[in-house]
């Protein structure tokens, strides 16, 4: 299959070269606005300066649009137009209308239209989602997911309400993703507090805890200026805790253990010689209490999201981010933003 990529910038770059790490795939076609974007490709892939004239290229049989968020809608719907299959950088859209918009446009001219939510694959997420698939830590209660940085500041369009910036836009799309993922059942309920802390435009700091139907709480936690002097503080954790044990994962390279009791506290009766420190309930567990074990292995890569897309082409297996989805993951995130305007907390 010939695909062309649309946007030559950060992500449009590693998708020229992901495309051309498949036999099955074919980066035949780069388009940008900025000619010296368009500089050091491979003598083989052609170039546009406009999406018109890449479309009218017949011999493409589908795009990744990897532009600024803005641009989402009118390229995919031209795409759409054009006959082209379509991979679309997240997130997909700006609204959940806009989404129905485009989606109507590519289910009219019968191509197919996902997003580009590689991070289903990421190392940690999967060891979290391992873990809660084996039901190793038995009924789980609470997962919190974490992301902390130190710059402060975002790179290049992202600082800019305009060209679709800030970080619910961009990392809270993954985030949110891997949690209605992970849980695999309908949400209840959500709260959010959603900031511009460092940034003058868009945001850079939220909190999002989600209550879903199975009684699992989830928060998500990120800030661009979230400081600790701790090791490993930055600049990725999960915690997840169910009735059998909890489990931490930092880094995206994951580290971290699962950790249960030898027992529980059966005599509950008083015990006022029973010193533990400043409280009984919550004092230094005593010597041999804890128990650790190792991280369940996964093996998994950002490019797994291209073999299951090439397999649903090719009808072996079903898509895996679906349209439905990524539906669902721009409702949330504009429930986020009503939630931190009105600080109240939003059904579903």
Known sequence: ????VVGHGFMGSRHVAMLNSF??????AVCDTDPGRLDGLDAKIKRYHDIDSLLADKTLNGVIIATPNKAHKEQVIKAAHAGKHIICEKPAAMSVADFDEMLRAANANKVVLTAHQQRRFDADFQTIKTAYDRKLLGEVYLIKSMLYGYNGNMHDWHIHVSEG???LLDWG???IDQILYLAGCPLKSLYADIRSVINVEVDDFYKIIMR????ITAEIELGTYMLSDKPGWFPRHWYMCGNKGSMYVDKFEPEGKIVRTAKLLTDVRNQAGRYTGPTRSFGEPEEGLLLT????HVSTAARD???NFINAMQGKEELLVKPEEIRTVLTVMEAVRESGRTMQSIPF
């Open 293 to 296: 074990e190792g991280l369940p």
């Open 1 to 4: 299959m010939k695909f062309a």
């Open 173 to 175: 799309v993954h985030l």
């Open 165 to 167: 910036g800030g970080m």
């Open 305 to 307: 999201y291209f073999v």
């Open 23 to 28: 036999e099955e795939l074919e980066c035949a």
């Open 212 to 215: 879903f139907e199975n009684n």
